[in-house]
């Protein structure tokens, strides 16, 4: 089955500083999902990416996935207490359709002042 | 916008009681998902849902069931609550198709004691 690593599993950030988070695949990924989650609550959809060397922004966030398509980073400029929550990236299990994804064990983000 | 509900955003119950989640959303999407999210472990996807009245197992389908009824309607079933059941749950939908996002409910914290 599919596994997805997170790296770090969490990292306290200077408000201001840059910052990047990891996905990494053991297999090819069909497509690979960012998400976002405040503590205690559901899953905000970030971004979405597909093709090798893809890359998307929006705001202050750069998702960007390599030419293999095994692995993922999520930059973040110039980070505000407002980034702060939980990331996880999630992917597609085949290239038939998007219907399951496999999800990583996420990565906790703190912003201090 | 998607809006994807969950009948409950706390809950608890006792070992041995049957215990109902509701989800519903309102964006005619064709696939649902039930998640569970564990400290350390991450998304762990229970069961989905790619049609009325079907369902496919997920990844930690035992003590679980499903049913859904309506296209709008996703419910997940635990039979006979147990402590190990104690978690967060998810509810997702998406649209289906090669680049459906899905779009998460609040999630219900259940505590079974």
């Known amino acids: 089955s599919q596994e997805l690593e997170q790296s770090p599993q969490s990292l306290i950030v200077q408000e201001g500083k840059n910052l990047t988070i990891n996905c990494t695949s053991s297999?090819?990924?069909?497509?690979l999902y960012w998400y976002k989650q405040k503590y205690g609550e559901g899953l905000i959809f970030l971004m979405m990416?597909?093709?090798?060397?893809e890359e998307k922004s929006h705001e202050k966030i750069t998702a960007k996935l390599d030419e293999k398509k095994q692995q993922s980073s999520l930059h973040i400029t110039a980070s505000q207490p407002s980034h702060a929550g939980i990331y996880l990236c999630?992917?597609?299990?085949?290239?038939?359709?998007?219907?399951?994804?496999?999800f990583g064990t996420g990565t906790r983000l703190t912003i201090i002042p | 916008d998607v809006k994807v509900t969950q009948s409950s955003r706390y809950l608890v119950k006792r070992t041995g009681e049957k215990v109902f989640l509701e989800c519903v959303q309102d964006?005619?999407?064709?696939?649902m998902f039930w998640y569970r999210q564990d400290p350390g472990l991450g998304l762990r996807l229970i069961y989905f849902?790619?049609?009325?009245?079907?369902?496919e197992k997920g990844d930690i389908p035992e003590g679980y069931s499903v049913s859904r009824e309506k296209k709008e309607r996703f419910s997940l079933i635990l039979e006979s609550a147990s402590t190990n059941q104690t978690s967060m749950y998810l509810c997702?939908?998406?649209?289906?198709?090669?680049?459906?996002?899905?779009?998460f409910g609040p999630g219900t914290r259940l505590t079974v004691l």
């Open positions: 999630g992917a597609a299990v085949s290239n038939f359709g998007n219907e399951k994804l496999t």
């Open positions: 990416l597909q093709k090798g060397g």
């Open positions: 297999k090819t990924l069909y497509g």
């Open positions: 849902s790619y049609d009325v009245k079907m369902k």
């Open positions: 997702a939908s998406s649209l289906g198709g090669a680049t459906s996002e899905q779009f």
């Open positions: 964006m005619d999407h064709e696939n």
